[in-house]
């Protein structure tokens, strides 16, 4: 089982749509989280960096976290044909050196 | 503020052959961390670099080894290429190591293919 499981998708949505993007994983430890947004061809961009459970918002985006679920969400308000690219979650421990990645969800949005 | 930059961003190797990829981390990061990406998947983390120390690794075999200079840039070498190296080498700059919070940028990579 891989410790961060994410839908690949792909996912296509009207513009204006809000869209809804999930991440589970097994590790409790596990307890910052963040969402980096993906272009084509391009590095991944910080978008959110959550600690523990809760919701923080961010303008258009708002990202949840349920630790007692282990599950985390990324929801977009008012999409824009902008915000196509593959949207990655990730995690790390509070120690840990390391980031464990999903494997992304390729996000299309139709003008 | 000059950010993550990658090179070469291209190449094309053979297997057996050896390989080293370049990253210079945006101005002011002494932490480098080196991600591999296989196509449809998520960053992979290799290892990482803070003060020319390696300071973790994943689950990555001896022939991938690396260097952190003392102006923070940083080299990925690998050994003995296989087929299943193929992917997108991503290097990600920081100011410390991840467990001082502090974010990660990331540069656009290396496509490495392997014939």
């Known amino acids: 089982q891989k410790e961060v499981e994410q839908d690949p998708g792909p996912l296509s949505v009207p513009e204006g749509a809000i869209v809804s993007l999930n991440c589970t994983y097994s590790?409790?430890?596990?307890?910052?989280f963040m969402w980096y947004r993906q272009y084509s061809r391009k590095g991944p961009e910080l978008l959110m960096y959550?600690?523990?459970?809760g919701n923080k918002e961010d303008g258009r985006f708002t990202a949840q976290v349920d630790k007692s679920s282990k599950y985390i969400s990324l929801f977009i308000r008012d999409s824009q044909p902008s915000d196509s690219a593959t949207y990655l979650c990730?995690?790390?421990?509070?120690?840990?050196?390391?980031?464990?990645f999903g494997t992304g969800t390729s996000l299309t949005v139709i003008p | 503020e000059t950010g993550v930059t990658q090179s070469p961003t291209h190449l094309i190797k053979t297997r057996g052959q050896q390989v080293t990829l370049r990253c210079s981390s945006q101005s002011g990061h002494n932490t480098v961390s080196w991600y591999q990406q296989a196509l449809g998947q998520g960053p992979q983390f290799i290892f990482q670099?803070?003060?020319?120390?390696?300071?973790g690794r994943g689950n990555f075999p001896p022939r991938f080894s690396g260097l952190q200079f003392p102006n923070y840039s940083s080299e990925l070498n690998v050994n003995a290429l296989e087929l299943d190296d193929s992917a997108l080498y991503l290097c990600?700059?920081?100011?410390?190591?991840?467990?001082?919070?502090?974010?990660?940028?990331f540069g656009d990579g290396t496509r490495l293919s392997i014939l």
């Open positions: 590790n409790s430890a596990f307890q910052y």
């Open positions: 990600a700059s920081s100011d410390g190591p991840l467990y001082s919070n502090q974010p990660q940028h």
């Open positions: 959550t600690y523990s459970s």
């Open positions: 990730a995690m790390r421990r509070p120690t840990g050196n390391q980031f464990y």
């Open positions: 670099y803070y003060r020319e120390e390696e300071n």
